[in-house]
């Protein structure tokens, strides 16, 4: 059964813009999030495989991206929030 992911309409447009551009810090750490969001999710087919066509157009696997975003966080933070409270699906 597929099921509509509540943050669909947001993610489609992150990962449109993914698509057009380069593998920065920031955007890294969205693939990343947002990889981790729908791994195991029953829909949104169409995001997934765009998902997966960033790793191939960035060169990376899963692990090497998950590394590199580590790395990432550990040195500095990536999202300009500094409420640590605040949570991605709000």
């Given at each position: 059964m597929?099921?509509?992911?509540?943050?669909?309409?947001?993610?489609?447009?992150t990962i449109?813009?993914?698509?057009?551009?380069?593998?920065s810090d920031y955007?890294?750490?969205?693939?990343?999030?947002?990889?981790?969001?729908y791994r195991g999710f029953p829909g949104a087919a169409d995001l997934q495989n765009d998902l997966k066509a960033l790793l191939t157009n960035w060169q990376l696997t899963e692990e090497a991206l998950f590394e590199?975003?580590?790395?990432?966080?550990?040195?500095?933070?990536?999202?300009?929030?500094?409420?640590a409270s605040q949570e991605d699906w709000l």
């Open positions: 597929n099921q509509t992911h509540p943050q669909y309409h947001r993610d489609r447009q449109s813009q993914l698509l057009r551009e380069e593998a955007n890294l750490a969205e693939l990343a999030r947002l990889i981790i969001r590199r975003t580590r790395h990432i966080h550990i040195s500095r933070p990536v999202y300009g929030s500094s409420d």
